[in-house]
């Protein structure tokens, strides 16, 4: 099946088709009698195997034959016409991952505590949600199919983790063979054929640092426009990683990597006109460095890989802050827009989950977030306070559930939070909105959103950066 990579990773078998999910009333499908729970097989005798095989084959055409699997066990064949651009009015089922099977060295989901809850361990490799959401594959295991298809359906750009060029050094991390470990023709094919790459480094000491590095992005580079862009981002190690093989990142190690890459970063920007390489934020920030220029990160490539997100946020705040200041504040000019996830990905954010945070006289109330980026907002809300009057307070949190170097706000659990609510001041809690499963109001270590609610005193509300800015804004 296209979902699964090999053998074995093989944990089920699904049906063909796509499951509908929400037919938009007076819309063409409710006129077709199409509804929730109906599967469209075939697009004019062509096959549907996700949403993005029907967008694909419906883009641009005006009149269609739909293979319907009814509910109720009734095959229907559908004609129709429809006009230029007119929308079927369908929403469709999730995609099914697909699985990886590699052993990498560094793999995060060896770092999760036994009683994690089970999608914690689920390690796709699945070139539509690279397309789709910049998840990153290894292209290790990727069929003949799948690279057609991304060539055919311009799945572009991909996000391919590399990790290094040299042959030996790339199956030692990823824990296969060389043979499978090969993917220059692959990624050649990609490269010829239009497909723009992004490509990611897990920096681990020791392994393919150094000269393996510098190795790794003049070989990147040498493919210039068509690869995009270089991260390298530190491997991360919870205190359920044991191998023997990893080197914890230490902060002499950061300044060192940073010096090296600086030297790659100038000749690039001399020779490409570009950065091209970039290094994740975490390491300037264990290395004790200061955080590069807007101007270092161009159009932020890779900034939902954590690099630049920072940068970003510094200037974001920057903005608010001045806009607090002026008499004539305008949200929409503060708006920060996902430069990765495809727009086809994209679903309406609901509104509702934070509805209840009421406006007062003077914000009190305390921000929750990583011992990483603590300091850096801690200083950016002192200056905020300074301006409007409000009385915010930063905290930062350990975490206790995973340990180890884990440091960064997104990986804070329930407990983490649970765990510090005695230090809470003020009128209401604020916690990161990404400590929040996306598609579920749901913790990391499976603690649901309303049981945490119960354990504080006060409101709790998850926030993102544009929402929290809108509700400075309302203030001012």
Same mark, same amino acid.
């Given at each position: 099946?296209?979902?699964?990579?090999?053998?074995?990773?093989?944990?089920?078998?699904?049906?063909?088709?796509?499951?509908?999910?929400?037919?938009?009333?007076?819309?063409?499908?409710?006129?077709?009698?199409?509804?929730?729970?109906?599967?469209?097989?075939?697009?004019?005798?062509?096959?549907?195997?996700?949403?993005?095989?029907?967008?694909?084959?419906?883009?641009?055409?005006?009149?269609?034959?739909?293979?319907?699997?009814?509910?109720?066990?009734?095959?229907?064949?559908?004609?129709?016409?429809?006009?230029?651009?007119?929308?079927?009015?369908?929403?469709?089922?999730?995609?099914?991952?697909?699985?990886?099977?590699?052993?990498?060295?560094?793999?995060?989901?060896?770092?999760?505590?036994?009683?994690?809850?089970?999608?914690?361990?689920?390690?796709?490799?699945?070139?539509?949600?690279?397309?789709?959401?910049?998840?990153?594959?290894?292209?290790?295991?990727?069929?003949?199919?799948?690279?057609?298809?991304?060539?055919?359906?311009?799945?572009?750009?991909?996000?391919?983790?590399?990790?290094?060029?040299?042959?030996?050094?790339?199956?030692?991390?990823?824990?296969?063979?060389?043979?499978?470990?090969?993917?220059?023709?692959?990624?050649?094919?990609?490269?010829?054929?239009?497909?723009?790459?992004?490509?990611?480094?897990?920096?681990?000491?020791?392994?393919?640092?150094?000269?393996?590095?510098?190795?790794?992005?003049?070989?990147?580079?040498?493919?210039?426009?068509?690869?995009?862009?270089?991260?390298?981002?530190?491997?991360?190690?919870?205190?359920?990683?044991?191998?023997?093989?990893?080197?914890?990142?230490?902060?002499?190690?950061?300044?060192?990597?940073?010096?090296?890459?600086?030297?790659?970063?100038?000749?690039?920007?001399?020779?490409? @006109?570009?950065? $091209? +390489?970039?290094?994740?934020? /975490?390491?300037?920030? *264990?290395?004790?460095?200061?955080?590069? !220029?807007?101007?270092?990160?161009?159009?932020?490539?890779?900034?939902?890989?954590?690099?630049?997100?920072?940068?970003?946020?510094?200037?974001?705040?920057?903005?608010?802050?001045?806009?607090?200041?002026?008499?004539?504040?305008?949200?929409?000019?503060?708006?920060?827009?996902?430069?990765?996830?495809?727009?086809?990905?994209?679903?309406?954010?609901?509104?509702?989950?934070?509805?209840?945070?009421?406006?007062?006289?003077?914000?009190?109330?305390?921000?929750?977030? @990583?011992?990483? $980026? +603590?300091?850096?907002?801690? /200083?950016?809300?002192? *200056?905020?306070?300074?301006?409007?009057? !409000?009385?915010?307070?930063?905290?930062?949190?350990?975490?206790?559930?995973?340990?180890?170097?884990?440091?960064?706000?997104?990986?804070?659990?329930?407990?983490?939070?649970?765990?510090?609510?005695?230090?809470?001041?003020?009128?209401?809690?604020?916690?990161?909105?990404?400590?929040?499963?996306?598609?579920?109001?749901?913790?990391?270590?499976?603690?649901?959103?309303?049981?945490?609610?119960?354990?504080?005193?006060?409101?709790?509300?998850?926030?993102?950066?544009?929402?929290?800015?809108?509700?400075?804004?309302?203030?001012?």
């Amino acid at each position: 099946m296209y979902e699964f990579a090999v053998t074995p990773a093989v944990t089920q078998l699904r049906r063909a088709g796509v499951i509908i999910t929400e037919v938009a009333p007076e819309s063409l499908a409710e006129e077709l009698g199409l509804e929730t729970g109906d599967r469209i097989v075939k697009v004019n005798g062509r096959s549907v195997r996700d949403y993005l095989d029907f967008r694909f084959q419906t883009a641009g055409e005006t009149e269609f034959d739909f293979l319907v699997k009814k509910t109720n066990g009734e095959t229907w064949d559908i004609e129709l016409e429809r006009e230029e651009g007119e929308d079927f009015g369908l929403m469709f089922e999730q995609i099914v991952p697909r699985q990886c099977a590699n052993e990498c060295l560094f793999c995060f989901c060896k770092g999760n505590p036994e009683d994690a809850r089970p999608s914690l361990f689920v390690r796709d490799e699945d070139i539509r949600l690279s397309f789709l959401y910049g998840n990153y594959t290894t292209l290790s295991s990727i069929t003949d199919d799948e690279m057609k298809r991304i060539v055919e359906q311009r799945l572009s750009p991909q996000y391919v983790s590399v990790h290094a060029t040299d042959l030996k050094t790339r199956a030692y991390l990823l824990g296969v063979d060389e043979k499978r470990a090969d993917i220059f023709d692959k990624l050649n094919f990609l490269l010829d054929n239009g497909i723009e790459i992004h490509a990611q480094i897990v920096l681990c000491p020791e392994i393919n640092d150094g000269a393996q590095l510098e190795k790794t992005l003049r070989d990147l580079a040498s493919h210039y426009p068509r690869i995009v862009s270089a991260a390298i981002v530190p491997v991360a190690l919870t205190r359920y990683n044991t191998d023997e093989r990893l080197t914890k990142v230490t902060p002499e190690f950061c300044r060192r990597t940073i010096k090296e890459v600086e030297k790659l970063q100038k000749e690039f920007r001399k020779n490409l @006109g570009v950065t $091209f +390489a970039f290094l994740g934020d /975490e390491i300037y920030l *264990k290395g004790g460095m200061e955080i590069p !220029s807007r101007r270092h990160y161009g159009n932020y490539p890779q900034i939902e890989d954590g690099v630049g997100m920072i940068r970003s946020f510094l200037n974001s705040f920057g903005k608010l802050i001045k806009k607090v200041q002026s008499p004539k504040s305008e949200v929409q000019s503060l708006a920060i827009e996902n430069v990765r996830t495809h727009k086809l990905a994209i679903k309406p954010k609901n509104k509702t989950q934070n509805s209840g945070l009421k406006t007062q006289d003077s914000l009190f109330g305390t921000i929750l977030t @990583g011992e990483m $980026f +603590a300091p850096i907002l801690s /200083e950016q809300v002192e *200056k905020l306070n300074a301006v409007s009057g !409000s009385k915010l307070k930063v905290l930062a949190v350990p975490n206790t559930y995973f340990g180890g170097d884990v440091s960064v706000a997104g990986l804070l659990t329930g407990q983490d939070f649970v765990a510090v609510k005695d230090k809470i001041e003020g009128d209401f809690v604020i916690i990161p909105k990404h400590t929040i499963k996306s598609d579920e109001p749901i913790l990391l270590d499976g603690m649901q959103f309303d049981d945490l609610k119960k354990q504080f005193p006060v409101p709790i509300y998850n926030l993102d950066i544009q929402e929290f800015i809108e509700m400075i804004l309302a203030e001012n």
